[in-house]
């Protein structure tokens, strides 16, 4: 039986809310990314998300590239290990940093993966988008970035975002049906007892993408138009915006739900302005209005 999906219609603007997004003053969030010097990937998608809902991200960066490399004439370097180390240690020694919750994304190296295994605190929450492959291009990480996610870093994580090819290349099974996902799933929480919820960042049905939250006490899921413009990008961007959404509210269903129906209103503008790079910024108010008016219902 396939879950039963969240009815908010998240797709009706919300509308105007008077106030402002709280802003924290603490640095809560490390987000261990890519960075380039021109596009929306890696930590230049996730940390204006971020931002946008209040949340004051400290950005590591595994790698410094003039674009995506997705595009041709890429050129940039991998932040050496030793000074991603040094980061590290600074971001956990420093008093004034105070962080609580860790989100990483594209990594470098093998070498970056063990090192952020091994300084990630006991209790942290470690959200872990395990950046490999996507479809239909395929895996595009060495096989030892994806053995150190599979041996270093899920097994450290709260929670698991991947998409239909890297849960398929996690559990050694492609993905093709939302039951397989599911069970798929269900999978990575019997292997790694310390994860808790795995967020599946889209499944095509059709002429619509499906996306899933399952964890130990419940399995629900939502959907949106699939929007056929190749962009790179949405990843980092749901992830961003489903852990902001959910350190606000705390309740699974409407980060699931807006953090998706936010990247899809992010394609659709790129697709209809013909654009190589997401237009994230455009959309961050409607963001910004989805969490008001969430928070005002809570009240």
């Known amino acids: 039986m396939l879950p039963p999906e969240h009815t908010q219609n998240a797709r009706e603007p919300p509308a105007k809310l008077p106030g402002v997004i709280a802003v924290r003053s603490t640095m809560d969030i490390l987000s261990v990314q890519s960075a380039v010097l021109h596009?929306?990937?890696?930590?230049?998608?996730?940390?204006?998300?971020?931002?946008?809902?209040?949340?004051?991200?400290?950005?590591?960066?595994?790698?410094?590239?003039?674009?995506?490399?997705?595009?041709?004439?890429?050129?940039?370097?991998?932040?050496?290990?030793?000074?991603?180390?040094?980061?590290?240690?600074?971001?956990?020694?420093?008093?004034?940093?105070?962080?609580?919750?860790?989100?990483?994304?594209?990594?470098?190296?093998?070498?970056?993966?063990?090192?952020?295994?091994?300084?990630?605190?006991?209790?942290?929450?470690?959200?872990?988008?395990?950046?490999?492959?996507?479809?239909?291009?395929?895996?595009?990480?060495?096989?030892?970035?994806?053995?150190?996610?599979?041996?270093?870093?899920?097994?450290?994580?709260?929670?698991?975002?991947?998409?239909?090819?890297?849960?398929?290349?996690?559990?050694?099974?492609?993905?093709?049906?939302?039951?397989?996902?599911?069970?798929?799933?269900?999978?990575?929480?019997?292997?790694?007892?310390?994860?808790?919820?795995?967020?599946?960042?889209?499944?095509?049905?059709?002429?619509?993408?499906?996306l899933l939250t399952v964890c130990r006490e419940q399995c629900t899921r939502t959907h949106h138009p699939a929007v056929d413009y190749r962009v790179s990008g949405t990843g980092d961007a749901f992830s961003a915006a489903w852990l902001a959404l959910y350190l606000r509210t705390r309740s699974l269903h409407p980060s699931l739900t807006y953090a998706g129906e936010f990247v899809y209103r992010v394609v659709r503008r790129t697709a209809q302005e013909r654009q190589r790079e997401l237009q994230l910024l455009p959309e961050l108010p409607w963001l910004q209005q989805a969490v008001l008016r969430l928070e005002q219902e809570r009240v």
């Open 39 to 210: 596009g929306i990937v890696g930590n230049n998608a996730a940390v204006p998300v971020l931002q946008s809902l209040g949340w004051a991200p400290l950005a590591l960066h595994t790698v410094w590239y003039a674009h995506h490399k997705g595009h041709p004439g890429w050129f940039g370097e991998v932040t050496p290990p030793a000074v991603f180390e040094r980061f590290l240690q600074y971001v956990w020694q420093a008093a004034h940093l105070q962080v609580t919750t860790v989100l990483s994304g594209y990594l470098g190296s093998f070498a970056q993966a063990d090192l952020l295994a091994r300084y990630l605190p006991e209790g942290i929450y470690y959200v872990c988008d395990p950046v490999m492959g996507d479809t239909p291009g395929g895996q595009y990480v060495s096989d030892e970035i994806v053995q150190a996610y599979r041996e270093r870093l899920i097994p450290r994580a709260t929670v698991l975002l991947p998409n239909q090819f890297e849960l398929g290349l996690l559990g050694d099974s492609p993905v093709q049906t939302i039951s397989e996902a599911i069970d798929a799933a269900y999978g990575l929480l019997a292997r790694y007892p310390a994860l808790h919820t795995v967020i599946i960042k889209g499944i095509r049905v059709t002429d619509e993408l499906h």
